[in-house]
């Protein structure tokens, strides 16, 4: 047993042991040298802690924003904290927890290695909220010992490998490829924003596009952009608090100084956090595909969600501004129905809210992840207020779960188990609905000479629409070599050449995910040059 729990709570406990591991494992397989071996582990492991870091000085930042936020406005509810909550249910389940967490990565494993599904979720900690709300579920519905632990591996298993599954459209559109997947289970809350921006957005202007006039041109820097905006938001709640309150934090420091340092703190944090991302993912892509070849063929790994941060930190702001919003006046509007008030968790509001306005911004531009936003925060507010009255039944006051596929876990098992199925049907057709709509409205981008996303009031060329008809018809040499010739021609026009590349990247991200013609490979190497060059000129 003491191997069991070593193994476990050390190793499958431990995020950054487990991908290290994995990154090990890989470059042994390819049968790297032991120098390439030493420097790669300890890279990934590096990548992983200073993006853990990051994360930490995150939470703390939020933590001190929501305490001050829940006292600055006398509200009482149930604090939305998935680290809280699984605490608690740790003093009493977790053998049971750690035995289910094993059994989710066990499970899989074996579903990525036989089915169609490859991918691998390496997000620690949240494989560790999903264990503990099967553990929980299942214990409270009477269910004990190898039938609990196998419930909850199953039930997360699936989830482990479906979730990712569900996202990798977007994500496939927002990285331009399949060398990574999301692995957080924040998936059902990001696949309706992604909806509601489709239907609500307009995906020609796009979050990272935001230009501002000349006199606030410093504002183009996103993170100090960020500071100023999260210093508004830090010093509202400060000032209500006043001295007295804050002092409790601050160890006597003047409040607004230490209110103002911790803004700048979540700053910082996310610089290091983006910082540490890259780290890894240099790393732990290359790495990963040694192992995924010998025991899982074409394994993609499924990474925490701020590996898709660097891609659009625009959106992630907005996502968390618009994501906070959402929550703020859901607390308010659901207790009108009689449901629970749910004090919204900020960390949770950054990291799902952040990931979902990347979501949004993919489908429905700067303002489908604004509509979107608002939408998700409302949805994240609905489901822990539905679960609430499970968790009360269960001897669970004050606190309630956040992750929307978490909470979607707890609220289906729960529901059935006590042999109420009409809400856990109508939840499976509606995140069936939203889904398959996202599919569809990614795979509908098909980029045509007649479509709206080639027409431009600064280019209107016979010659770049010939091209797209071309690649599109598989005729890549040709098409290339009018690609080529349209960016030598229009060199020192910026507006034309900006459009070029969006359009480059357009077909990038289409033709990316085409495995199987080698083709396509070596000409879109050849289209990655040509963007290469228009940034030059650009």
């Known amino acids: 047993m003491f191997i069991i729990n ?25 049968k790297k040298s032991i120098g390439k071996v030493i420097e790669g582990t300890f890279k990934t492991l590096l990548g992983f802690l200073v ?22 406005f006398n509200l009482q509810g149930y604090i939305a904290s998935v680290e809280a909550i699984t605490g608690l249910a740790q003093r009493e389940l977790g053998r049971e927890a750690a035995l289910t967490l094993l059994t989710i990565f066990i499970v899989n494993v074996l579903i990525a290695r036989f089915t169609k599904f490859k991918y691998i979720f390496l997000t620690g900690q949240a494989l560790l909220w999903m264990a503990t709300m099967g553990s929980v579920i299942g214990y409270k519905s009477g269910i004990t010992g190898i039938p609990l632990i196998l419930l909850g591996g199953i039930v997360g298993g699936i989830f482990a490998v479906f979730m990712p599954a569900i996202a990798q459209p977007v994500v496939r559109k927002i990285t331009g490829n399949d060398n990574i997947a999301l692995g957080h289970f924040c998936t059902i809350g990001y696949t309706f924003e992604a909806f509601i921006s489709k239907i609500t957005g307009n995906q020609r202007k796009s979050t990272e596009d935001i230009k501002l006039p000349k006199s606030f041109s410093f504002l183009q820097d996103s993170y100090l952009t960020m ?28 409040y607004i100084i230490y209110t103002v340092l911790e803004s700048i703190n979540f700053t910082v944090g996310i610089y290091i956090l983006v910082t540490g991302v890259r780290m890894l993912l240099n790393e732990i892509v290359p790495a990963f595909r040694g192992i995924a070849l010998k025991i899982v063929p074409d394994a993609i790994p499924a990474l925490d969600c701020p590996v898709l941060f660097p891609y659009a930190p625009n959106a992630v702001l907005i996502g968390f ?16 129905f009689g449901m629970a008030l749910i004090i919204p968790s900020m960390s949770s509001n950054f990291f799902a809210g952040g990931t979902a306005g990347i979501f949004g911004n993919a489908l429905g531009g700067r303002r489908g992840a604004i509509i979107g936003g608002l939408a998700h925060g409302l949805f994240i507010t609905y489901l822990p207020a539905m679960l609430v009255p499970l968790l009360e039944a269960y001897g669970f006051r004050g606190v309630t779960f956040t992750d929307s596929d978490v909470m979607t876990n707890g609220l289906l098992v729960g529901n059935i188990l006590k042999g109420s199925y009409i809400f856990p049907i109508c939840y499976i057709i509606f995140i069936i609905l939203i889904t398959v709509f996202v599919i569809l409205a990614v795979k509908k981008e098909k980029l045509t000479p007649n479509s709206e996303t080639n027409t431009s009031e600064n280019i209107k060329n016979e010659n770049l629409n010939e091209g797209i008809e071309l690649f599109n018809n598989k005729q890549y040499e040709k098409a290339c070599l009018i690609f080529e010739e349209l960016i030598e021609k ?11 590349l969006e359009v480059y990247n357009i077909l990038l991200k289409q033709y990316s995910s085409d495995k199987k013609e080698e083709l396509v490979k070596e000409y879109l190497k050849k289209l990655d040059a040509l963007r290469d060059t228009i940034r030059k000129n650009i």
């Open 490 to 500: 229009d060199k020192s026009n910026k507006e034309t050449q900006k459009y070029l």
């Open 6 to 30: 070593f193994i476990v709570n050390e190793v499958f406990g431990q995020s950054s042991v487990i991908i290290s591991l994995i990154a090990c494992l890989g470059l042994i397989i390819q």
């Open 227 to 254: 500071a100023i905006v999260m210093l508004i938001i830090y010093l509202i709640p400060a000032i209500i608090c006043g001295q007295e309150i804050i002092s409790q934090y601050s160890g006597g420091k003047n």
């Open 51 to 72: 993006m853990s870091a990051g994360i930490n000085i995150i939470v703390g930042a939020t933590n001190f924003l929501s305490d001050i936020f829940q006292q600055a």
């Open 321 to 336: 501004l618009t994501t906070t919003i959402g929550t703020i006046l859901g607390m308010f509007i659901f207790p009108l």
